[in-house]
């Protein structure tokens, strides 16, 4: 039986659907999580960040800061003026999740996000 993941702490889950594959290692998966994101000033509460593939965990993060996409970024031209797309930085949250392992045996449920 999958295992729930509780926490406490202000967190934001981000669908990385699209760009997650199987077999992806914790690098990997931080770099799909990481940005760019819409996102308004309640980001700056955030302490983690979780990657959701599928309804399952692929990856958790503690949120070190956040800067806005700008010149020189991926897809930066894609943005609207005045309404910048955020990324953060961050580490693997290994107080969450101590095996990196376990993250695909995670089923997102009951998370509220801010």
């Known amino acids: ?5 509780a926490v406490d702490a202000p967190c934001v889950l981000f669908r990385v659907n ?3 594959r199987p077999g992806m290692d914790i690098d990997e998966v931080y770099d799909i999580t990481r940005g760019w994101w819409r996102l308004g000033a309640n980001r700056e509460k955030v ?6 593939a599928d ?3 692929r990856g958790a993060f503690r949120v070190l800061g ?3 996409r700008r010149e020189g970024d991926e897809n930066f031209h894609h943005d609207e003026p005045g ?7 961050g580490e693997p949250a290994d107080e ?3 095996r990196q392992a376990t993250f695909a045996l995670l089923i ?3 998370l509220v996000t801010i």
Do not use: N, Q, T
């Open 55 to 57: 309804g399952v965990v």
């Open 18 to 20: 699209r760009l997650y």
């Open 1 to 5: 039986m999958p295992e729930s993941l």
């Open 96 to 98: 969450l999740v101590p």
């Open 47 to 52: 302490e983690y960040a979780l990657g959701v």
């Open 108 to 110: 997102v449920s009951a």
């Open 66 to 68: 956040w800067r806005a």
């Open 83 to 89: 309404k910048p797309r955020w990324g953060f930085d």
